[in-house]
């Protein structure tokens, strides 16, 4: 696993790797194909968000976001501390800048999970990255993911499936879609995506 540190090059694979964001609408598993991913391949970065929304239960403070009030979150955007920033269903999100710089100096390869009008920025800013959407197999199952997760209101499920039609509208503008049948089928998709290959991280597998 450490030999990856370095970005090593197999089969002519560039050793610099792009920054990968994945998007989709809110339930269609997200966060459990990007667990699974770094399960798979541990030394991929996984950005973690600033966000002015409430942790759920069980959502740690700097593992899942980092959670701050509105002033704290204005402040990082008027000193230009967040390489992107958005509104969602109410709430404030944003990446901070410097850790995933830092990470793509050093030739490791980062991924950014966050929301449409973010994944927008990311393209203007580093027209580099790679965008890819997470689908669901229907919209049926996509609302039962999402109120079968039971993390959210009424009001706010309401508010994630207005967004969710609005984000599956910009699939085209994505330069890949992944369908979340299954997650360990759609992480290795994804990994395939993020280091051009399946097979490196293979030998590297935790059970976390
Ligand atoms: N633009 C942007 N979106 C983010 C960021 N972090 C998370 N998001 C997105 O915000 C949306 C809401 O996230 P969350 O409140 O955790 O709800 P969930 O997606 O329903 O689990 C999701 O689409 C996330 O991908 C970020 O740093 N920037
Ligand atoms: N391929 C899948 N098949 C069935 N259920 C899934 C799948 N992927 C995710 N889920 C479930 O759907 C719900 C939403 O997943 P989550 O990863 O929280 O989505 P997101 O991060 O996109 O909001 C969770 O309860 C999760 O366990």
Redesign the pocket.
């Known amino acids: 696993m450490a030999g990856r540190e370095n970005g090593e090059s197999v089969s002519g694979v560039s050793p610099r790797h792009r920054l990968t964001v994945v998007s989709?609408?809110?339930?269609?598993?997200?966060?459990?194909?990007?667990?699974e991913l770094r399960r798979l391949c541990p030394d991929i970065f996984l950005s973690v968000s600033v966000t002015t929304r409430a942790p759920r239960a069980g959502e740690v403070d700097g593992e899942h976001y980092h959670f701050v009030d509105r002033e704290r979150f204005r402040s990082m955007v008027e000193n230009g501390e967040l390489l992107e920033h958005a509104e969602f269903a109410g709430n404030y999100y944003g990446t901070p800048r410097a850790p995933v710089e830092r990470v793509l100096e050093q030739g490791r390869p980062a991924v950014l999970?966050i929301e449409l009008k973010g994944a927008r920025q990311v393209r203007a800013a580093m027209p580099d990255a790679q965008l890819v959407m997470?689908l669901p197999?229907s919209w049926e199952?996509l609302v039962?993911?999402?109120t079968?997760?039971?993390?959210e209101r009424d009001d706010a499920v309401r508010a994630?499936l207005r967004e969710a039609e609005r984000e599956l509208q910009a699939a085209d503008e994505f330069d890949a879609r992944i369908v979340?049948?299954?997650?360990r089928t759609?992480a290795r998709e994804l990994l395939s995506l993020v280091i051009g290959r399946t097979a490196v991280c293979d030998d590297t597998e935790h059970s976390q």
């Open positions: 989709g609408p809110s339930g269609v598993g997200k966060s459990s194909v990007v667990a999970e997470l197999p199952e039962n993911r999402l079968g997760r039971g993390t994630r979340n049948s299954d997650v759609a």
